[in-house]
C-alpha cells in the first residue's frame, strides 16, 4: 500500500479562512490567560513578595503582628510591584535586545495597560498606606517618586540606582520594626539587606550590556566593564556576610545555626564571584542571589522567632 493521497484528503475538507501566522500569535498572546501570566510576570512574585515578607518579619512580636501590619504590607506589595512594571515600561527598548521575552516585547501586555496597571498600583498605595497611618500617604507617595525617578534616571548613572533599590529594601525592614515602635532595633540586618540587594543590582547589569551600550545607559557594567560588575557583586556580598558577624550577636541553638548559614553562603557567592571565569559568574551569582533570598528570610525568620 502506498501513502495516502494527501491533495485529495485536503480536498475533502471544507475550507476555512486563511489566518496569517503574525494574527494568529498576536490573538494568542492577547488571550485572557496569557495576559494573566504576563502581569504575574511582570509583578516579579519572587521579589516583590520576599520585599513584602521583610517588613512582615521587621513587624513580627512574640505576640503576633500589630493591627496595621496587613493594610502596610500591601501597600508595599503595590508600591514595589508599581516599581518593577515602570521599570519595563522605561527599559522596552533595551528590553528588544536584553530581555525579549518579557510581556511588554512581546506584546502579551501592551505598554497602554502597563500605563493603566501603574495609575492603578500607585492609588492603591496610597489609599492603604492612608489605612496605616493618617501620615502614609506621604511615605507612599515618596517612595513612588523615588521609584519613577530610579527608571527614568539613576538606573543610568553607575551605582545610583543600584544602591538606591538596596536602600528601598533595606527600609522594608526598618518599616516593619517601626509597625511595633522600635524602628532602630533592625538597623543593622537592615544593612546587610541593602548590601545584598545592592549587589544582585550590580550584577544583573553585567547581563545587559548589549542592550544598555545600544541605548546609551550608564550601568556598571556598561560603563566600567561586566568583569568590574562582577568584583562589585562579590564586594558588597563580602561586606555583607562580616556585618552579619558584627550585627548578629554570638547566639546558641537555631539561631546561631541560621546565622552561621547565612553568613557562609553570602562568602561562598563572595569567592565564586571572584574565582569563577565571566561567562559562568554572572548567571551562577544570578541564581545564587535568587536563592539567596529564600535562605536570607529563612535565617532572619527563625532569629526573629
Known sequence: MGLPDVEHLNSARPRVDHV???????????????QLKGWVYLSRPSNSLAATALLLLGAW???????????????????????????DLYDLPADRIN?????????????????????????SA?????????????????????LWGYSAWAKHRPLVGNILIGG???????????????PFDLLGPATVVALFITGREILKTAEDVPGDRLMGTRTVAACWGPHTAVRLYGLC??????????????????????????????????ILAWRLPLERAVPWGLR???VGYGVGLLALAVARG
Open 61 to 87: 512580636t512574640p505576640t503576633g503582628w500589630p493591627s496595621p501590619t496587613l493594610w502596610a504590607a500591601l501597600s508595599l506589595w503595590c508600591l514595589t510591584v508599581f516599581g518593577y512594571v515602570i521599570n
Open 126 to 146: 496610597i489609599l492603604t498606606a492612608r489605612t496605616v497611618i493618617w501620615w502614609g500617604p506621604l511615605i507612599a507617595v515618596t517612595v513612588l517618586a523615588a
Open 237 to 270: 556580598l563580602g561586606f555583607a556576610a562580616g556585618l552579619t558577624l558584627l550585627v548578629w550577636p554570638n547566639v546558641t541553638s537555631h539561631a546561631g545555626l541560621a546565622r552561621n548559614v547565612w553568613t557562609g553562603y553570602l562568602l561562598l557567592l563572595a
Open 99 to 123: 530581555k525579549p521575552h518579557r510581556p511588554l516585547v512581546t506584546g502579551i501586555v501592551s505598554p497602554a495597560a502597563a500605563r493603566r496597571g501603574i495609575i492603578l498600583l500607585a492609588g
Open 168 to 182: 528601598l529594601a533595606g527600609a522594608a525592614l526598618i518599616a516593619g520594626s517601626w509597625l511595633r515602635n522600635a
Open 20 to 34: 496569517h501566522p503574525t494574527d494568529r500569535n498576536e490573538m494568542t498572546a492577547r488571550s485572557p490567560m496569557a
Open 288 to 290: 545564587g542571589t535568587k
